[in-house]
Nanobody, 121 residues
Framework: QVQLVESGGGLVQAGGSLRLSCAASGRTFSSYAMGWFRQAPGKERDFVAAISWSGGNTYYADSVKGRFTISRDNAKNAVYLQMNSLKPEDTAVYYC??????WGTGPYDYWGQGTQVTVSS
């Protein structure tokens, strides 16, 4: 069982940066792949980025590639999403999720409550 709590969302101007954090509970955190997803109003939840259990492999949606960076610190039971060059279309609720498998291909069994990111133009 893994419990996830996101933080770091907020309001930022276009072109700005935010760093999201996800704190995880559970002694097996380092065996899980982790992912970030987002859901904009009226839209489905979309994949943003994923990182393998060791941090050695990362994956990104095309829409964020080159702007966002996912990382993890297994000693701190945490995963991060550094978001640079933010655009208004990045506005969404961002969710952290845990995949019991090592590579982040899903399914994601555990989800946080989400943190709001709003990018103003």
């Amino acid at each position: 069982q893994v419990q996830l709590v996101e933080s770091g969302g907020g309001l930022v101007q276009a072109g700005g940066s935010l760093r999201l954090s996800c704190a995880a509970s559970g002694r097996t955190f380092s065996s899980y792949a982790m992912g970030w997803f987002r859901q904009a109003p009226g839209k489905e939840r979309d994949f943003v980025a994923a990182i393998s259990w060791s941090g050695g492999n990362t994956y990104y949606a095309d829409s964020v590639k080159g702007r966002f960076t996912i990382s993890r610190d297994n000693a701190k039971n945490a995963v991060y999403l550094q978001m640079n060059s933010l655009k208004p279309e990045d506005t969404a609720v961002y969710y952290c999720a845990a995949d019991p498998g090592p590579w982040g291909t899903g399914p994601y069994d555990y989800w946080g409550q989400g943190t709001q990111v709003t990018v103003s133009s």
